[in-house]
């Protein structure tokens, strides 16, 4: 056992009834389930809402007291529950009563986002696209999308590193152009070679690297763009009814795969220009990146996970945008079934390729 401190959980209150409030994304407001009062984010200042204020409410730390290594318990302000949590997540619920527990220490100082996306999708939208997947996949296991395959589906608020990069250099290229023509009955091909260099600098804004190594970067990458025209300052009451982490992948660490990204888009522009060549290999280049900017940010996603025939399936969708992405299974006896039955079609044009070109000869 290993000592960990004691965390004071935060939750929204409603200020007509006091039960708990959570961010409804359809409404853009907060909504009490329990009495149906709806309240912008102003409004709830205006009441000194703990879960909405920054200092005058922050809660005191009591002292540190067993728990597993890695994790912290907190007290739930609902049903006074002691709960465990993962020292990396910032918001989370009680398990005995549902209410939304933030756990606001966790995103202070240096872990304070600057901006924050709320979410735009709410939970019955993943569902429903889920439960639509099988549009246009025939080889999709028919059961697959039934609703009762999810195991979980939970809105986390993941923490990002937003980054402005400036790139600058030259790009060395072999470029061809491939000229045919004809004369009589003599077809020409004449390729000329070129050796061609292209430079130039170039300023790349708001390039989105996940900060937390408990999500997967292929997934986090895929759901991208995000709309950073919805970015809002961050406030902490945006997180109730949802998960959030915080970082553990620092911005000096991340920044690696900003640079990485601005890099090669940087290279397939100057690739592209100009369009006369018939082809263009890029032999050497002198690019290097600097960074211009970095920002902490909030971005919401859904997760969604699957099981099926005892393996999960794990599923995302971008919490602004709505794109839902995952890997589908392939249903073994529909593969065999369609590849039969295309090799049965080819076989069978084939034959009546043969039989046509049989009857034009013996004519």
Not at 68 to 97: K, L, N, P, R
Request: include cysteine; hydrophobic fraction near 30%.
């Amino acid at each position: 056992m290993a000592k960990a401190k004691r965390e004071q959980a935060l939750e929204n209150k409603c200020p007509s009834c006091t039960a708990s409030l959570k961010y409804n994304p359809k409404l853009e407001k907060f909504k009490c389930e329990y009495c149906g009062s709806e309240f912008t984010l102003e409004e709830l200042k205006k009441y000194s809402n703990n879960a909405s204020t920054d200092e005058k409410n922050k809660p005191k730390e009591e002292q540190p007291r067993d728990t597993y290594d890695g994790y912290v318990s907190y007290h739930c302000e609902s049903c006074g529950a002691e709960i465990v949590a993962d020292e990396q997540t910032a918001a989370t619920f009680c398990v005995y009563c549902g209410n939304t527990a933030i756990l606001k220490s966790k995103l202070s100082g240096e872990f304070t986002p600057n901006r924050m996306v709320p979410f735009k999708k709410e939970k019955d939208e993943v569902v429903e696209t889920f439960k639509k997947l099988s549009k246009g996949r025939p080889l999709m296991p028919r059961s697959f999308n039934n609703e009762k395959n999810i195991e979980k589906i939970k809105g986390v608020y993941i923490p990002f590193w937003l980054y402005g990069v400036h790139v600058e250099g030259d790009v060395n290229m072999t470029g061809t152009i491939v000229t045919h023509w004809s004369h009589g009955d003599t077809h020409y091909t004449k390729t000329d070679t070129y050796k061609l260099v292209r430079g130039g600098h170039m300023d790349y804004h708001n390039i989105p690297v996940d900060g937390s190594s408990h999500f997967d970067n292929d997934i986090m990458n895929t759901l991208e763009p995000f709309e950073f025209n919805d970015l809002i300052p961050y406030n902490h009451a945006y997180l109730s009814g949802f998960y959030a982490e915080k970082y553990d992948e620092d911005g000096d660490k991340t920044y690696q795969e900003a640079s990485v990204r601005a890099l090669n888009s940087t290279r397939s522009y100057l690739q592209e220009e100009p369009k006369r060549y018939t082809a263009k290999v890029i032999t050497s280049d002198t690019l290097q990146s600097k960074e211009t900017s970095k920002e902490y940010v909030m971005l919401p996603v859904w997760m969604v996970n699957v099981k099926y025939k005892d393996k999960m399936h794990i599923f995302a969708m971008n919490g602004q945008t709505g794109k839902f992405i995952g890997n589908i299974p392939l249903d073994g006896k529909r593969v065999f079934l369609f590849t039969m039955m295309i090799f049965t079609i080819s076989m069978i044009v084939c034959s009546i390729a043969s039989y046509i070109i049989y009857l034009v000869g013996v004519k």
